[in-house]
């Protein structure tokens, strides 16, 4: 027999409703409070918080609310609060009730300014140990990789900082009354971007009077925005994007993310290698051996810097342009005890000048070159055929030598699945790639979260256990990626000259 219809018929009490018993077992967010002490903030901001006056909301909570926003990748920590009556899971995880006070939402972003990275970044280093402890970070093999992230700005309000400060100029000597200072000649540079931004001696446009003062850190000339000060402007993939940088450090063995280091998105990725790298040894513990990363960071520097600590590195560096039907650069043999290049027809090229753009150049003798049989085929000049090497080219002949080609594909694929794997997983989980907060700071506050979230995802999913068939996988992974050492030659007929292993004993 068919029911009746259902109807709503509100109580006015509840009697027996339990949190406990209406969050199923199996849920996420238990296994995250079994495995995460967020208390461990109370002592860490006592200092921040005065002894008398209102209460405030227990730091706990607050870092729990925080958490909740990226881990559910909410929009605002307006709409957190606002959906929070509804989600009994997420009043279970606060250790809520149904009739608990929601807190306003100007709570969280007063406690988030006034604590600064420093909490989010021993929240992260907390998590990070748990997965050391649990055995889910190798530390000797890695991969470093940055991404850009919009910032929350408008970039129709960019201005130039020189201009802003104009303006400011003008209005203050107008707001004391004071006489104007005769103004710069027509030919001045500062004279032509003051006048075509601050109009008229004396007067200051209303539409510009009150646009802020740019801070002292922006150089004048930089395009500065007002809304977000410390963002700065930078080109991806041809596209213009205001905003800031991610630089991390991914863990080969499971993806965990053991550095997280916030910049500019004007700085370049090699200049932040060593600090990424510094920062993962710190707070690890663990020695880096094998670095891997793309061509961006494929410099000079970088080179010495990683021959210098004893790695052997998988970077590429941009390949040098040549033209397939001439000679190529490999058939030029470099003697480096007279300094000098060889050509295929067995002449000399010498080092002229001195270093430029951090290259040498090599070149022979213009009538040389015009008495040489294969010129078609070396050189389209109408002079001679020149070379450039750096002036650490030793430096990239090792990088490029210190692993076999098949290990080096084998690296890349590696980067490709840890660390463009965890910054897809961050933009697709938990809105990496929009900015909900402002700044520098916030902006580290934002990544360091999204970091601290993706390891205890992982930490809560193989618990104090290695991932199943990781040690397989492990050993083969390391057979293929062991340190190639230079072959012996082997004379014909001489079988105990063949390439010695380390315990000593030949390899038949």
């Given at each position: 027999?068919?029911?009746?219809?259902?109807?709503?018929?509100?109580?006015?009490?509840?009697?027996?409703?339990?949190?406990?018993?209406?969050?199923?077992?199996?849920?996420?967010?238990?296994?995250?409070?079994?495995?995460?002490?967020?208390?461990?903030?109370?002592?860490?901001?006592?200092?921040?918080?005065?002894?008398?006056?209102?209460?405030?909301?227990?730091?706990?909570?607050?870092?729990?609310?925080?958490?909740?926003?990226?881990?559910?990748?909410?929009?605002?920590?307006?709409?957190?609060?606002?959906?929070?009556?509804?989600?009994?899971?997420?009043?279970?995880?606060?250790?809520?009730?149904?009739?608990?006070?929601?807190?306003?939402?100007?709570?969280?972003?007063?406690?988030?300014?006034?604590?600064?990275?420093?909490?989010?970044?021993?929240?992260?280093?907390?998590?990070?140990r748990q997965c050391v402890q649990a055995g889910l970070v190798d530390g000797a093999r890695v991969h470093v990789d940055g991404s850009v992230i919009a910032a929350n700005a408008d970039q129709d309000k960019l201005t130039l900082a020189l201009e802003l400060v104009g303006q400011?100029?003008?209005?203050?000597?107008?707001?004391?009354?004071?006489?104007?200072?005769?103004?710069?000649?027509?030919?001045?540079?500062?004279?032509?971007?003051?006048?075509?931004?601050?109009?008229?001696?004396?007067?200051?446009?209303?539409?510009?009077?009150?646009?802020?003062?740019?801070?002292a850190l922006v150089p004048p000339g930089t395009l500065y925005c007002p809304t977000d000060p410390e963002a700065r402007l930078t080109q991806k993939g041809g596209v213009n994007i205001l905003?800031?940088?991610?630089?991390?450090?991914?863990?080969?063995?499971?993806?965990?993310?053991?550095?997280?280091?916030?910049?500019?998105?004007?700085?370049?990725?090699?200049?932040?290698?060593?600090?990424?790298?510094?920062?993962?040894?710190?707070?690890?513990?663990?020695?880096?051996?094998?670095?891997?990363?793309?061509?961006?960071?494929?410099?000079?520097?970088?080179?010495?810097?990683?021959?210098?600590?004893?790695?052997?590195?998988?970077?590429?560096?941009?390949?040098?342009?040549?033209?397939?039907?001439?000679?190529?650069?490999?058939?030029?043999?470099?003697?480096?005890?007279?300094?000098?290049?060889?050509?295929?027809a067995g002449q000399t090229l010498h080092r002229r000048g001195v270093a430029f753009d951090g290259r040498y150049r090599y070149q022979t003798q213009g009538r040389i070159c015009e008495a040489c049989s294969v010129r078609g085929q070396c050189t389209a000049s109408s002079t001679v055929r020149v070379l450039s090497r750096q002036v650490h080219q030793e430096a990239i002949d090792w990088a490029d030598h210190c692993l076999s080609q098949a290990q080096r594909r084998i690296r890349m694929r590696r980067r490709k699945i840890r660390a463009e794997g965890s910054f897809a997983d961050a933009s697709n989980r938990h809105g990496y790639k929009r900015a909900r907060w402002r700044g520098l700071a916030g902006m580290t506050n934002q990544n360091l979260l999204i970091a601290s979230i993706q390891n205890v995802r992982k930490l809560v999913r193989y618990g104090h256990r290695r991932p199943p068939g990781s040690a397989r996988r492990l050993a083969t992974y390391a057979s293929a990626l062991s340190p190639i050492t230079p072959k012996r030659h082997r004379w014909p007929g001489d079988r105990h000259r063949n390439h010695i292993q380390n315990n000593g004993q030949c390899k038949r």
């Open positions: 027999m068919m029911g009746p219809p259902q109807s709503r018929n509100p109580k006015l009490f509840y009697v027996g409703v339990n949190l406990e018993q209406r969050v199923d077992p199996d849920h996420p967010l238990r296994k995250i409070a079994a495995a995460v002490d967020f208390g461990f903030v109370r002592p860490l901001v006592a200092d921040l918080y005065g002894v008398r006056g209102n209460p405030s909301l227990d730091p706990a909570l607050v870092l729990k609310l925080l958490f909740l926003l990226f881990y559910e990748n909410i929009s605002s920590e307006r709409q957190l609060l606002r959906q929070l009556p509804q989600r009994l899971d997420w009043l279970w995880f606060l250790e809520m009730d149904l009739d608990s006070p929601i807190p306003d939402h100007s709570v969280l972003s007063k406690a988030r300014r006034r604590w600064g990275p420093k909490v989010f970044t021993d929240f992260f280093k907390q998590i990070l400011e100029f003008y209005g203050k000597l107008e707001a004391d009354g004071q006489p104007l200072a005769p103004a710069p000649s027509p030919e001045s540079p500062a004279s032509s971007a003051v006048s075509s931004s601050s109009g008229p001696p004396g007067q200051t446009p209303p539409e510009t009077s009150s646009m802020p003062v740019p801070p905003g800031y940088k991610d630089h991390r450090v991914v863990d080969d063995q499971c993806g965990i993310i053991t550095a997280s280091l916030t910049t500019a998105a004007t700085v370049a990725e090699a200049s932040m290698l060593q600090r990424a790298m510094d920062t993962h040894e710190e707070n690890t513990g663990l020695r880096i051996v094998e670095p891997t990363a793309d061509r961006g960071y494929g410099t000079v520097e970088v080179y010495r810097m990683l021959q210098a600590r004893g790695c052997l590195p998988c970077i590429p560096h941009p390949a040098v342009r040549e033209d397939k039907s001439k000679f190529p650069r490999s058939l030029f043999i470099y003697d480096p005890r007279q300094d000098v290049y060889r050509c295929p």
